[in-house]
Structures are given as C-alpha cells and as structure tokens.
C-alpha cells in the first residue's frame, strides 16, 4: 500500500486538483454574472447629437425609440436591443453615423452624427430637396432650414427617395459650383444663390449690384472666378455698379459684358475707345 501511495505522481494530481477548482471557480463567477445581468436594468437614457445642422433633436429620437421599442428606462439590460436600435437611428435621412452602447452601471448610451447639408434644390415643378456633403439628397423639413445655398431655374431633377444620389451632370455641376463657392470667402459673402437659366447655362446671383454672372457649366471654375474677380476689381469701379446687365466668363479664358450691345474685356484697355452711352 506504501508502494502504491509513493509510485502516484503527486505534482500531477496537485495540477489536476486545482485546474477542476479553476473550472468551477469560473462556472459560479458566470453564474452570478448572468444572474446579476437578468436583475440589472436600464437605470437612464443618454442621447448626444453632433453636426452643425439641427434636422432632429434629443426629443425626436426619444420619441422613435419609444414608438419601436417601447420604455427603455427599467427594462432589464439583456432585453434591450442594441443592434436594431442603431439599424433603426441609421435610416433617418438627416442621420449619418449612429452607435448604441451601455456601460456597466446600466445607463444607455446613444451618438447620433447629423448630415451636413450644402445646398437646397428647387426644381422647375417646385420639387424641393437638399443635398449633403457626400452629394446624397436629403429630404426638407419645416422644423429646420439650414443656411445654405440655393439653386433654383430650369431644373429637371427631382426628388423620390432619402439619401437617393444625384443622377443628373446639371445637378452635379451646380453641387461642384456650390461647394467651390463655399471655400472661398469672397464669393461666399457676394453670391446669394445660383440659377439655372434657359440655355442651361448655370448663373450666380450676386449679394452686390443686379447683374447676370454667366458661368455656363462647373469646368474651369479657378479661370472662371478669376475673371469675375477681375470684373469686381477693375472694371466695376471704373464703370459703376449697375452699368452692365450680364457678365459672362462661359467661355475659355474670355469675359464678355453686356449692355444695349456687347464688348469684351480687352476692349477696356485699348485707348482708342471710350465708354459712351453705357457701351463699351
């Protein structure tokens, strides 16, 4: 018997021994874990919402989640359901990013990122719509009306579903038109909306005198905004604000004014001639 009890391997039978008790140690921990999460309940709400826009506020998400889950606050933490909240913030229009969290204390957390919108369409039928940074449309709405430019005239595009991207070159070109205006700040502070004349020429409205600036479609927009700034700077002082009716720079690399006849930018410095009934 002492032979049998000195050939056992002790060491092994120690490692075993405790290995089980580990097992079991982590069985019970679990055990009380899940047990304690089936008691633990949603003691608070907490809603953050970031963006420049104001589209929804705390209040509006309250009110979804309500209406699709019911009470959150008091409901036990393994019977909320995390992903189909954040499926559910993701599909509103005006919502770009939507994460869903708890923490250890039992209090949710709900991050809503808003869409940036960058210009408000009207269309010819009245068809009205916006368009966010990433050229999606997004739907209007009276609660919010953000201070953005507006493009409006003969424009076909319309609007049928949320977050549908622009199909039209028009459309396009007028997004690329506005978003370069918006990087600069002259031409941010001096045109107030862009339109869409007959010829589907795509025209500024200017902050500063009545005159039609013709820029035609998005290409050259750099040559382009430099010839109008050479009419602001050079020639508008020298012939007066409201003197001219039209300024076109549709073309490479040539502007042409308009007025009871038509002249063009060279015409300006040639000592030969002399600006006379409102012609040049």
Known sequence: MLKYLHNIKWNRVLY?????????????V???????DDQQVCREVNIFIEGKEAFIDQDDISKLIRKNYGDIVGKSLIGIPLQKIEETLRKLPYVSKATVHLDMDGALAINIEQREVVMRVINKNG??????LH???????????????????????????????????????????TQFIEKDELWSNQVVQV???NDNDIELVPRVGNQQLIIGTADSLDQKFSLLQTFYKE?????????????????????????????TFDDLYNPEKKIKNNTL
């Open 235 to 263: 020639i508008m002082p020298k012939v007066g604000v409201d003197t001219y009716n039209k300024v076109n720079v549709k073309y490479a690399g040539q502007i042409i004014c308009e007025k009871r006849g038509v002249w």
């Open 195 to 197: 339109f869409v004349n």
């Open 30 to 36: 679990m055990s009380l874990v899940n047990r304690k």
């Open 16 to 28: 075993l021994s405790l290995f089980f008790l580990g097992v079991i140690a982590v069985v019970i």
């Open 127 to 132: 068809r009205e719509y916006y368009i966010d």
């Open 135 to 177: 050229g999606l449309k997004v739907p209007t709405t009276l609660k919010y009306v953000p201070h953005v430019m507006i493009a409006t005239g003969n424009i076909e595009e319309g609007y049928k579903n949320p977050l549908d991207s622009v199909k039209s070159s028009l459309v396009k070109d007028l997004f690329r038109v």
